[in-house]
């Protein structure tokens, strides 16, 4: 069945198009039923990941990554961080680099042809990932452990188990009940990477993928593969001793599907990952800046995630409604609170007022009273784009003489572009402070 790539908010149907784009896609019906029952056991838990529009069409929600239906259909969606033509590649290439820096991972360098593969679909390259990094732990040696035996035999090894062999039946004299250990790579963390190697072996249709997958097969083929997925996880080891495992641990999660936000019901689960946008985009801007400021000669910096320590009001002796913007930026004595939105504003569109949304403004309003005693800069990010690319100024949003808003793109793209954000802070600063002089 051929796989469908389409991006955020596209549309899927079982009725027939005339061919397939990143806005609209045609899935089969057992697919789609499929999606309507996982649509609805996210409902369930306060989660959005579709809504459906008629018996043949639903729109999907702003959720990105990987789903594989019981059927076969491998459903990839994109960032929809372009409105103009095919953007396949870009995207994702965007999508790996957010995913790379919410997991914390390292992609691995490999010397062959892969100089990232950045036009496989994300499925294949998760599976290449896991594959490198289970190459490389192979080379270096897999982690043996001491493992207790206790089995009837017809010699002597080990222990006695005496109480047994007392109760032995008459006939059976001959038969010793032994205890003994074995030195065996029979441990939970090895089982759960068989598992997934077999997972690969069965799923790859990359010819790269499917001979390396094949040749760690035959240099595991008498290690058995894990029977309880979540057991083994939950008695995976993080000790010194298994240091060399922790980089392949996230890739192997991957291909066992345990980054879906709710677990698929039914036996069937396929290589399956979902990540909300929004969370994706914030992580990497909290990263940027964080690294940008570390870079940052001659002025003590930091970013601080997730604040959490004030609420909008008291009721009754109690606070009530707590505030989380989703970043602060000090800066030596200055300092500023930051919110990210996944959304594509417009900067010539001013009639619509950019795209911007009235409750954001009433949300960081009362972040500014809040943390900053309505006194100082806020800041709204957006990711910049071609109707918004980075170094557009909207100008202040003024709530009070003391306390302004600022609206500023994020160039996901850039390099420098945490930096950029920084200076442009910065120089609001100076000009403020030559205006009161």
Sequence with gaps: MQPVVVREYARLTTAALAHNTLDAAHISPSAFSWLVKLGQQFKANGLQLLQLDDQKWLRLDNYVGVLESPCGQVIEILPK???????KQSARKLLRKLILNAMQLKQRETGHTDIERFDAPLPEWLMAQFLTEL??????????DYQRIEEPQRFLRGQLDVVKQLRQPAGREHIFHIRHDIFTADRPENRLLKAALL????????NDN???AHELQSLLHELPASTDVQSDFNAWRTDRLMAHYQGIKPWCEFVLSQHVPLAVQGQW?????????????ESYVAAELEAAVQRMAGIKGEVNTQLASKYLCIHRGKDFFQLKPDLQLKLGSERWILDTKWKLLDAKDRENKYGLSQQDFYQLFAYGQNYLGGEGTLVLIYPAWQKYPAGTELGEFRFSDKLTLLVMPFDLEAQDAAKDLILKLQQGIKHKLQQVG
Excluded: Y
């Design 135 to 144: 190459d490389s732990l192979v080379k270096r040696g897999m982690r043996f």
């Design 269 to 281: 689960q396929g290589i399956s990952m979902l990540f909300p946008m929004e969370r994706l985009f």
């Design 210 to 212: 499917w001979r390396l």
């Design 81 to 87: 961080h372009r409105v103009e033509g095919e953007c």
């Design 199 to 206: 997972k690969v072996c069965k799923t790859t249709q990359d």
